[in-house]
């Protein structure tokens, strides 16, 4: 099955700097992949995807890169605010077929902490 | 608010005992998914259901189960509880089968003692 492996755990960052998020995967089905952001005692959010036939997506201060032959995507977090403070998941979905469907693998979580 | 309903909020019980989850998905979902959320595991993907079938399913104990009804809610069914199920229940929503956002509930928060 799919496995999803992501660093760093815990991330700080001083509020303006970049933060990046790295997560590789095992699966070459795999063929979107989603962030989500979890605030502590919250449920996770969406924050961006990226499907495999695009390489890059950006959304205001967040983008994603995603690399199909080394099978790494990234998360890019520019000029950092407080309120970006949480728990960052990344996950792939995996559709070979047979049972896959909708099944996401998340990675392990990121703590991100911007220091005022 | 994500339109996803999850209750109860907290639920506190025994070893051995049965609980049953009940998620409500967005107006208009048809996919629901189960994940259980644990300090040592992470999220952990347990099963998903469209419009009433099982589509898939994850490392999902044999001692729960789920299932979807007609009116779309799903209902997830913990039994033989043990203190290692003690974890955060999210139900989360999509619309579709595959490749749409999934619209995460505000979970359940089970304890076994």
């Known amino acids: 099955g799919e496995n999803v492996e992501q660093h760093p755990s815990t991330l700080s960052v001083q509020e303006g700097d970049s933060a990046v998020i790295k997560c590789t995967y095992s699966?070459?089905?795999?063929?979107?992949f989603p962030w989500y952001k979890q605030e502590l005692g919250k449920r996770p959010q969406l924050i961006i995807d990226?499907?495999?036939?695009?390489g890059e997506k950006k959304d205001q201060r967040i983008a994603v890169t995603l690399n199909k032959t080394a099978k790494h995507f990234s998360l890019h977090i520019t000029e950092t605010q407080p309120e970006d403070s949480a728990v960052y998941f990344c996950?792939?979905?995996?559709?070979?077929?047979?049972?896959?469907?909708?099944?996401?693998?998340f990675g392990q979580g990121t703590i991100l902490t911007v220091h005022p | 608010d994500s339109g996803v309903t999850q209750t109860p909020k907290h639920l506190i019980t025994a070893t051995g005992q049965r609980v049953t989850l009940r998620c409500s998905p967005r107006?208009?979902?048809?996919?629901v998914y189960w994940y259980q959320q644990s300090l040592d595991q992470g999220l952990q993907f347990l099963i998903q259901?469209?419009?009433?079938?099982?589509?898939a399913k994850g490392n999902i104990l044999e001692r729960f189960s789920a299932q979807q009804f007609p009116d779309l809610h799903s209902e997830l069914n913990l039994s033989s509880l043990e203190l290692g199920d003690s974890a955060l229940y999210f139900c989360?929503?999509?619309?579709?089968?595959?490749?749409?956002?999934?619209?995460f509930g505000p979970g359940t928060r089970l304890t076994v003692l």
């Open positions: 989360a929503s999509s619309v579709a089968l595959v490749y749409n956002e999934q619209f």
């Open positions: 699966d070459s089905a795999s063929n979107y």
């Open positions: 990226i499907r495999s036939n695009v």
């Open positions: 996950a792939a979905l995996s559709n070979a077929g047979g049972t896959s469907y909708g099944k996401l693998t």
């Open positions: 107006s208009g979902d048809l996919s």
């Open positions: 259901y469209y419009n009433g079938e099982e589509r």
